[in-house]
């Protein structure tokens, strides 16, 4: 072996000197090993283009598992929507080095349904093995293979022969298949922005910004040769097949530059347009590709993995028997391209609708491919606006029959979009529709979530029919779905749940779940016993998700406990939401002054302890995908006499706050001046007092029970929280044994000091002061065995259900 005993960064750079040495091997382009690009001058201003992307091991390795694990890095990265593809892509080792042309295997990158969320190095996962063997035979067929000893010259040969050295300067880039998709992404950025249309107008029309890039990218010298666009490039303007909107910004069907076509010309200056008329019919037709974020939200158009779609046709058969595709019919109302549909054996039982004729076509071209579907049954249907006389007949026959009507099952994976943040604007209004306006009464405020409005009408105008579906678990624990759940009586079969991140597009750390409802048995939902599926698709057990009232939640509970400003010491805020997915924003600071958006209670001697016990509890538990909507709920009674359970809280809570000295006067000192050796008096001895029980009843009204705020009382703590307060108080006099410092400092402060502050002006993540950074890690210990002891508590005392 010609490079053996050597790391990968030495191999690699052996590599580039040896072999590729009049090519610049330094870029670093995603998450790719190795990359060789032609030389890039100073004045070009377009990107350097890449030869080759290539997988490295030290040793001697597996060329199909590298080249599989590259093809997973890309794929898992998009490394080919921010860089052009190369022609070649790569593996090598300290013995051999391998090529296979982009080309060959590029296809995967864009197949439906595929979880590219694992790790690429993880030779074990399912999807390693799916790609493994879907490029297996190219890399049989394709892969030029050379050992470094016995192949030298043949290797130096290909390598001179293959990766041509071009002029620097100028090069037009190709456009072929592969990168057509990239080459959309940066039109985006470029040209887009510069024609004069009303983006809003026009995709109300049919009419998308890929329309535009098509026509732009058929086009020589600036004309579109393929005919039966929806757009077509006429020299310096563009022309439509229809017209916009007689209020929209066209006239006469045409639209052009707001800058006189500049950018345009620079743009497609870059590259070579048209691409071979073979790749043509390949591009128009994958223009599903191109349906901009909003619009795929908007139609639903998020395939269903897999990996789901058959376990949720398992759990229907474990549902409805080994029979039931041929004693059922099924209507998936949301299909996109009918991925969910795959799998499925009796077409003539099966009817398949979705918003865009686009994706109709899609669907008739894979029926010609050997997808088991009918024509007659797949059609254009707008779910949340057209009326059902416009369905087909035979399926009109089922839903108005109320016999066949009880053997429909509706198998949908509905649009997740909803109204959202100022932030989102393409989001803004995306939930009207006439069923919108139709059960707005009864939706409230779920009439924002388009899978709601599917639900809804399904429920109320096929009545007794049998609904199979994927969707958050709003609808079983939102606060927001209560008005929805009181009109929703259906029974709820079987349940099982993933991670949201396995969903094509859907980003977050939350659970979703299939679902299956009988609609002809009436039962309001009060709780499922799921089954729980990790993202590889093992189960891994059972979890309970159950519906709550309004009134049984947590920020109703801390609500009682609202205080006047006089005589704060600090202001709870973040009394917003009540599940796990907004524990984020639940923190206790000094004022509400300057904060963004106020949702608290300020804090005094009346409510500190039922506050830090709601701080407490919002924050002993880490949040996870399968807990994310979980809702913390109004307690029992048992918290009120747990003095320990109380004093936990308050000891957790003093060191876990956002409480800082500039920001006004800090009482949450949980030591003594003298206990700290400090320099100075304190601002405040709130706290020590309020431990001490040296509070008088008449500086603080109690409004509740004396076993609630028992704040005349010495302060009785467990052995955990004196470990916890002996474990601050070292960091608390280390930091007073500094210089320039605060002597009014919180735990944040402290931080802030010894950690200082990052060039984006954060907070570092770690500090250069090693016995600062052993207090720490000490304090985050037993903060750590403090939350473990609050949260054995938490559901004793129901602040979340079992």
Not at 572 to 589: P, S
């Amino acid at each position: 072996m010609r490079y053996q005993n050597i790391r990968e960064e030495e191999l690699k750079n052996k590599i580039a000197k040896d072999y590729f040495w009049i090519y610049d091997c330094t870029k670093i382009v995603g998450n790719v090993d190795f990359c060789v690009c032609m030389h890039q001058s100073q004045e070009e201003l377009f990107e350097q283009e890449s030869l080759l992307w290539a997988e490295a091991k030290k040793g001697s390795s597996d060329i199909y598992n590298s080249i599989v694990q590259l093809i997973l890095t890309i794929g898992k990265a998009r490394t080919f929507d921010e860089f052009l593809p190369p022609p070649m892509l790569g593996a090598l080792d300290g013995e051999k080095i391998a090529f296979i042309p982009y080309n060959e295997i590029h296809d995967v990158f864009y197949q439906n349904d595929f979880n590219w969320n694992v790790t690429p190095s993880d030779h074990e996962t399912k999807e390693f093995k799916l790609v493994y063997e879907k490029v297996k035979s190219s890399i049989d067929r394709k892969t030029l293979l050379f050992n470094y000893e016995k192949d030298d010259k043949e290797l130096k040969k290909f390598i001179k022969s293959n990766f041509i050295v071009g002029k620097f300067g100028l090069t037009k880039t190709k456009i072929d298949k592969n990168n057509f998709m990239v080459i959309y992404n940066k039109w985006l950025q470029k040209v887009k922005p510069t024609i004069a249309v009303n983006w809003n107008l026009a995709k109300k029309s049919g009419i998308i910004d890929g329309d535009f890039y098509l026509a732009d990218l058929l086009s020589q010298e600036n004309n579109t040769l393929k005919e039966k666009l929806f757009v077509l490039l006429k020299l310096d303007h563009y022309e439509l097949d229809r017209k916009i909107s007689e209020s929209g910004l066209f006239s006469f069907s045409s639209t052009s530059f707001t800058d006189k076509q500049v950018a345009h010309t620079q743009f497609w200056n870059r590259y070579d347009r048209p691409p071979k008329e073979e790749y043509w019919d390949y591009i128009v037709e994958r223009r599903d590709l191109l349906v901009p974020q909003d619009v795929r939200e908007r139609k639903g158009s998020f395939f269903t993995p897999q990996i789901w779609v058959e376990l949720s046709q398992k759990y229907l058969t474990d549902v409805f028997g080994e029979d039931w595709q041929d004693d059922y019919y099924i209507w998936d109302c949301a299909a996109g391209t009918g991925n969910l549909l795959t799998g499925l054996t009796n077409k003539y039982n099966i009817w398949v609708s979705t918003l865009d004729n686009q994706d109709v076509e899609v669907i008739h071209d894979r029926i010609k491919n050997g997808a088991n579907l009918l024509d007659d049954h797949v059609f254009q249907f707008d779910f949340l606006n057209d009326d059902f006389s416009k369905l087909p007949k035979g399926l009109q026959e089922i839903i108005n029959d109320e016999k066949k009507r009880k053997k429909l099952v509706i198998y949908i994976n509905p649009p997740y979009a909803e109204v959202s943040s100022k932030k989102e604007k393409g989001k803004v209004g995306v939930n009207k529709s006439k069923i919108h306006d139709k059960y707005f009464k009864i939706l409230g405020t779920a009439a924002r979530e388009l899978f709601a409005q599917f639900f809804v009408r399904i429920y109320a105008e096929i009545p007794g029919c049998i609904i199979g579906e994927f969707s958050t678990l709003k609808a079983l624990q939102g606060a927001a779905f209560d008005s929805y759940r009181n009109y929703f009586h259906a029974k709820l079969e079987k349940c099982f749940v993933v991670p949201a991140k396995t969903f094509d597009n859907v980003k977050g750390s939350f659970p979703i779940g299939f679902k299956i409802w009988n609609t002809k048995k009436k039962s309001s939902f009060d709780a499922i016993d799921a089954d729980v599926y990790n993202e590889k698709g093992e189960y891994i057990g059972q979890k309970t998700f159950s519906s709550n009232q309004k009134a049984n939640y947590i920020n109703k509970w801390v609500s009682q406990y609202k205080a006047m400003p006089d005589k704060a010491i600090g202001f709870m805020d973040g009394i917003n939401g009540n599940d796990f997915q907004h524990n984020n924003i639940v923190y206790i600071t000094n004022t509400k002054d300057g904060l963004p958006n106020p949702r608290g209670i300020w804090i005094n001697t009346s409510n500190l302890i039922p506050v830090a016990v709601y701080n407490a509890v919002r924050h002993c538990m880490e949040a996870t995908w399968l807990n994310d909507r979980d809702q913390f709920l109004f307690p029992n009674d048992g918290w009120k006499n747990d003095f320990e359970f109380q004093n936990d809280c308050l000891a957790y809570s003093l060191f876990h706050n956002n409480i800082k000295a500039s920001l006004g006067t800090n009482h949450w000192i949980p030591f003594t001046e003298k206990e700290v050796d400090a320099k100075e008096k304190f601002d405040s001895k709130f706290m020590m007092d309020f431990i001490a029980g040296k509070i008088k009843k008449s500086e603080a009204v109690d409004l509740f029970s004396e076993t609630v705020v028992h704040r005349t009382k010495v302060l009785e703590f467990s052995d955990e929280a004196k470990t916890l307060f002996n474990s601050g108080k070292k960091l608390w006099k280390y930091y007073h044994q500094q210089i320039d410092i605060d002597v009014n400092a919180s735990l944040r402060d402290i931080r802030d000091y010894f950690q200082g502050k990052n060039n984006h002006g954060k907070v570092s993540s770690k500090s250069s002061d090693e016995y600062y950074t052993e207090l720490s890690s000490d304090l985050r210990e037993k903060l750590n065995i403090m939350e473990d002891k609050i949260a054995s508590k938490v559901y004793e005392y129901g602040f979340l259900k079992e």
